[in-house]
């Protein structure tokens, strides 16, 4: 069974650039999460697709980054305008819908640099 | 607020036992994980506790208090293999049942 990948391993833009990353969760997992690890700091929360709605948005930091996942299946989160402050790791983690006991699969992530 | 806490790092030496401790206070409380990371990649589940008391898994055990908000992570025989980021988490309960995570215990494994 394929683990969840994600799309680029890195990337490097410049501040005021736009930059799209991709979640592949695990086929039939119906949770999607995405996390970010900013350098020194706890993996935090960004938001929660159930399917293709989302489920909780609370983390996402203001609205220069968008998320969707259309047809339930990948999702994406495009960040437009980076900013330099926008740096660090983002993982995408996917699960089972219901059981509580069922843990986050988590993808390798992506490190972003904006400079 | 939402707050957990673990040590910062920790050494241990091959072939010993190492006991890593979180402590937790969150508005919601739906079961806390644990979490093994190598650096530059994935963490990878351990173990899971919501009730109280201990649960064995191979060399790995996790220990759960919920009215102390206290869990720890007991790594025995240790190996070299087993240096990496140790992470804590809460799963909060609510509508989403997003996990809350610590900020993580850097374990370095000497021969």
């Known amino acids: 069974e394929a683990g969840v990948t994600q799309f680029p391993s890195h990337s490097v833009i410049e501040k005021g650039q736009t930059v799209t990353l991709r979640c592949d969760p695990i086929?039939?997992?119906?949770?999607l999460y995405w996390y970010r690890r900013v350098m020194g700091k706890e993996i935090k929360f960004l938001l929660h697709?159930?399917?293709?709605?989302?489920?909780?948005e609370s983390g996402m930091p203001n609205n220069r980054f968008l998320a969707e996942r259309t047809g339930g299946t990948y999702s994406t989160l495009k960040v437009q305008p980076a900013e330099l402050e926008d740096s660090g790791v983002y993982f995408c983690?996917?699960?089972?819908?219901?059981?509580?006991?069922?843990?986050?699969?988590f993808g390798n992530g992506t490190r972003l640099t904006v400079t | 607020g939402q707050n957990i806490d673990q040590p910062t790092e920790m050494t241990a030496t091959e072939g010993a036992i190492v006991q890593i401790n979180c402590t937790y206070q969150t508005s919601g409380f739906n079961g806390l994980f644990w979490y093994q990371q190598h650096a530059g990649e994935a963490p990878t589940f351990l173990s899971y506790n919501v009730l109280d008391g201990l649960e064995e898994k191979g060399r790995f055990s996790s220990f759960l208090s919920r009215s102390k908000g206290y869990s720890y992570l007991l790594l025995k025989e240790l190996q070299m293999k087993d240096s990496a980021s140790y992470l804590c988490a809460v799963r909060n309960g609510g509508a989403t049942n997003k996990l809350i995570f610590g900020t993580g215990t850097l374990l370095a494994v000497q021969p």
């Open positions: 697709f159930v399917k293709e709605s989302k489920q909780d």
């Open positions: 086929s039939g997992h119906d949770n």
């Open positions: 983690a996917s699960s089972l819908l219901g059981p509580l006991n069922s843990p986050l699969h």
